[in-house]
């Protein structure tokens, strides 16, 4: 059972960035930096206050462990459709974010269904900063553009540390689900 208030400041602030991203998104298809940069730059900072206003007036719950991560994946999904519309990321990057997203969401239906949710880890708040970090650069300042034929590895250091950051928060988040409770539990027989 969900636990908590729906309506606070905290997973107000969590569902902005929806919002906020799609004028991010509509700015950059205008060719507009400063205006991307602003709404980026406020949807970031909505994910880093989120959790510290949670904390600071006693209104963590479970809904907002389910609202964070909920909005960060959708604000992802819609800026890097529009990255990649552009041709500002490449393919495979975007691909990985899919299927990681996909599979945590799968398996958070089959693995907590009726159990309270996870709080996140310190993996998966690095990999959406650094990702974040990597996505507003690509968006105002893009390095690089993509050929219509991308090869694997068609991204800088940032990009490919942002995946790294990604790939692990996963392999972390499914170990913490399917291994560290039956670890624990030989390790205390």
Known sequence: MIKGRFFTIANILSLLRIPLTIL??????????????????LAILSDAFDGIVARATDTVSDWGK?????ADKIAFLIFAVSLLLLKLVPVWMFAVLIIRDLLIFV??????????????????????LFLSLFMLRQAVFPT???PEENTL????????FSIFLVVFSFVVYVYDAFF????????ET
Not at 112 to 126: F, M, T
Not at 153 to 158: A, I, S, V
């Open 180 to 187: 560290k409770d039956r670890l624990e539990v030989t390790n």
């Open 107 to 128: 398996g958070g239906l089959i693995i907590y269904r009726g159990k309270r949710p996870p709080s996140a880890n310190i993996w998966g708040k690095l990999s959406t």
């Open 24 to 41: 991010a998104c509509f700015a950059l298809t205008q060719e507009n930096r400063l205006l991307t940069f602003v709404f980026m730059a």
């Open 153 to 160: 590895w068609n991204t800088d250091l940032l990009g490919l």
């Open 66 to 70: 389910i609202l964070d991560p909920f």
């Open 144 to 146: 690089f553009q993509f």
